[in-house]
């Protein structure tokens, strides 16, 4: 009888197999791999989802470029890859899939030098808005008016929580009554029923210079947030103004569930991190920001409080380098070195431990610096 | 819960007929029999699944099939028309679960991710496991023709009612596109899965048709062996995620006693 079962099953697998259509053509339009032939990267390009950046030498001219692509299988694009661009200011590319049904827009952007500026007033959000949400996202502009950087948090993460509706309902947003004018806030928030079986049971409030790549953020999470963007000055503070209310309860992570650590108090943390560019160790990741015997870590400016402040209190955190690290000038020029600053609700948010409910807000941050030319 | 309701009830009445048929009014039964009703009362097991037809593109492989143990409990009256016999019309009633568990490999295959009260969706990549199961009361009415004394085979229609609905399932090893193909795309690997739930999106009011032979062996002994076919998609029209339709076809052996 057992056999007989077997061998019906056999023959539906087998009958349902037979029935398998024809490979479908591919639906979608991703930008694979990225390049600028002949001509000196200081970094991989970074590829997100919509944006493509390739960062350049100071001095390397923008205006007469032709970047190539790799495209998901049977997709194409428009311009053409190997097309010469003006990239004096972005370029919009537009893919379209191997099933010709979808179509997605990619902004081309080629930086020349610094990255980052060294002033954060956060008064400048874009909203991502889709149907069931809408986040905020933190970006910087020059003088001119054009964005020089966006920061980069864990909201496309929380997205996938189903639990974040509106801005303010995600872990960072932009706040009311900042120093002047408007601040970022960053809170601590469970990550309901969707992060139980995740094992990522909470989520910290979070900017960071870097990327978060939300494709890793399930599997790979210390991956998932990158740190570091090139960077041509010798730091010398972190300064600004924060408040931070820890939340009531310590909880710690233990797989999907979160244990309370009784007599525990939950810490913010405002950092930044300088280090050396290696191959294979462009950016830092969760894994290593705060690792004490990364080679390739220069110096680091960190503050980490439990303490509770209701009024916006200053902060000035020197960089310290560390023992037998130097900044060397020409590597410096070269942009040898990348900057990260990591500002966080939850200390340990990392690994999904820290309290409910805390609270972090900043504003009117910056760089302080030796050798400021490329302002 | 209703179904278990529904159910006391059915054998409430699968017994009250055995009582009537056997016991008590054992002249009923014979009147019953010279007017050409017949009774019978049966239970088999099904197989089967629900299966798009055609299999759609977006399923790759299937990996692994099993159709459960579903249990079918009925009665059938069946009115022979005389003199010969030869015809019939039969109504039944029957409680019956329908069910099997699958998995599959798929491309970008319409999916909602299931969250507290809230969900994400988009088009998942990878690996589903689906767990079908659903308790149903169907009334089928057949034509019957009696091809011999020993064997008769029936064709008709039925309508269901699909009153206890589970079909849910957990992806992993592979990814999603948020919103659609070109939205973010998440990884799920290793131990990373996450489950969703239609269970709320089965369509209650379900019909087919159904076709099948039943043979004499004893005296009041019947084997039988019946193929359901539905006809409508399980899941109700508003319900866009998966977006091709899954009948309902099963297959089911059973006995019967004939009174």
Known sequence: MASFKWTLFLLISL????????????????????????????????????????????????????????????????????????????QRYVVTSEDRQQHKVYTVAVQAGNTVNLNYDFENVRLVSKSSYSYDVFYEISANGSEIFSWASGNAGFALTGLGKTPETFPTYQGENGVTGKCAVMETHTTGAFGKIGKKPMAAGSIFIGKFDVTNALSRPLQATQFGMPFFNEPKILEGYFKYTPGPVYYQADGGDLIEVPDKKDACSIQAVFFEVTPGMEMLDGSNLASEDNPNIIATARLITEEPTEEWTKFSIPFVIRSGKYIDKDKL?????????????????????????SKLQIDEMSLVCDDVENQ | MKIERYSVLLCILITSIISKAQNSEPDNLKWSSLQGFEYEIYAAVNIGGSAPIPVPAEIRHIDGYNPNLNLQIGTTVTKWFTPSRRWGVAIGLRFEEKGMKTRATVKNYGMEIAMDGSSVSGNWTGKVRTVYHSKQIAFPVTANFRINKRWKVNFGPYVALALNNDFNGEVHDGYLREGGPTGNKVTFEGDAYATYDFSNDIRLFQWGLQAGGSWLALNHLVINANLTWGLNDIFNSSFNTVTFNLYPIYLNFGFGYVF
Request: with cysteine; aromatic share 8%.
């Open chain 1, 15 to 90: 009958f349902l197999n037979s029935c398998i259509s024809k490979e479908p053509l591919n639906a979608e339009c991703d930008i694979t791999e990225a390049f600028l032939p002949g001509v000196d990267l200081t970094r991989e390009p970074i590829i997100t989802n919509d944006k493509v950046t390739f960062i350049v030498k100071s001095g390397t001219n923008v205006r007469n470029m032709s970047p190539e692509f790799e495209l998901t299988p049977g997709a194409e694009i428009n311009p053409p890859s190997g097309t010469a661009l003006d990239f004096s200011s972005p």
């Open chain 1, 333 to 357: 020029r070269e942009g040898g070195y990348s900057i990260t600053i990591v500002c966080s609700s939850s200390v340990d948010g990392d690994y999904f431990s820290g309290a409910i409910g």
